[in-house]
T-cell receptor, first 111, second 112 residues
Framework: LAKTTQPISMDSYEGQEVNITCSHN???????ITWYQQFPSQGPRFIIQ???TKVTNEVASLFIPADRKSSTLSLPRVSLSDTAVYYC???FGAGSYQLTFGKGTKLSVIP | GAGVSQSPRYKVAKRGQDVALRCDPI?????LFWYQQALGQGPEFLTY????????KSGLPSDRFFAERPEGSVSTLKIQRTQQEDSAVYLC??????????FGDGTRLSIL
């Protein structure tokens, strides 16, 4: 399973765009990149998943360069409710079963 | 509800007692997973079921941990002779058709 590296914490003001970058130098050809969000006392919640280039949904965008050794989760105009831990994961196939979470990035949104 | 349901939400047990944690996956989801999350850490994989078959139990920390899913739906994670280091949040997730996993809100287990 590919190992990921992401910042331990980040701070942002409300209304700003937040970009969280994850490194995954050993990503395999069949690996997908998936991001989860976790609030205190809740289970992780799926945000977005991609394989290459750019993926966008109603919550976030995911940018993946051509070499796929990193990815960037972009959250537009964050609010206080976006304060959470964000996990970057890579795994075989879109529905990788043995997810390896790491410690994630603690995002704190400041009013 | 439509999501993964876990019960109880909180469980306190004395060291040495046995505990059982329940997971109701999303209806129709073939795959079911258990994770353990220590305070301040990300979830760690414990075991995986496809229908009633336990295909991977490589993450179970000891033979005191046992999981079952006898009818391919509800699953139970059992911990025998609990120890203080078993204190953690136990998360259950389910998925279908190679889609991302959906998590429940977990059971917080405290061993006194």
């Amino acid at each position: 399973l590919a190992k990921t590296t992401q910042p331990i914490s980040m701070d942002s003001y409300e209304g700003q765009e937040v970009n969280i970058t994850c490194s995954h130098n050993n990503i395999a050809t069949n690996d997908y990149i998936t991001w989860y969000q976790q609030f205190p006392s809740q289970g992780p919640r799926f945000i977005i998943q991609g394989y290459k280039t750019k993926v966008t949904n109603e919550v976030a965008s995911l940018f993946i360069p051509a070499d796929r050794k990193s990815s960037t989760l972009s959250l537009p105009r964050v609010s206080l409710s976006d304060t959470a831990v964000y996990y970057c994961l890579v795994g075989f196939g879109a529905g990788s079963y043995q997810l390896t979470f790491g410690k994630g990035t603690k995002l704190s949104v400041i009013p | 509800g439509a999501g993964v349901s876990q019960s109880p939400r909180y469980k306190v047990a004395k060291r040495g007692q046995d505990v059982a944690l329940r997971c109701d996956p999303i209806s129709g989801h073939v795959s079911l997973f258990w994770y353990q999350q220590a305070l301040g850490q990300g979830p760690e994989f414990l075991t995986y079921f496809q229908n009633e078959a336990q295909l991977d139990k490589s993450g179970l920390p000891s033979d005191r941990f046992f999981a079952e899913r006898p009818e391919g739906s509800v699953s139970t994670l059992k911990i025998q002779r609990t120890q203080q280091e078993d204190s953690a949040v136990y998360l259950c997730a389910s998925s279908s058709n190679n889609q991302p996993q959906h998590f429940g809100d977990g059971t917080r287990l405290s061993i006194l």
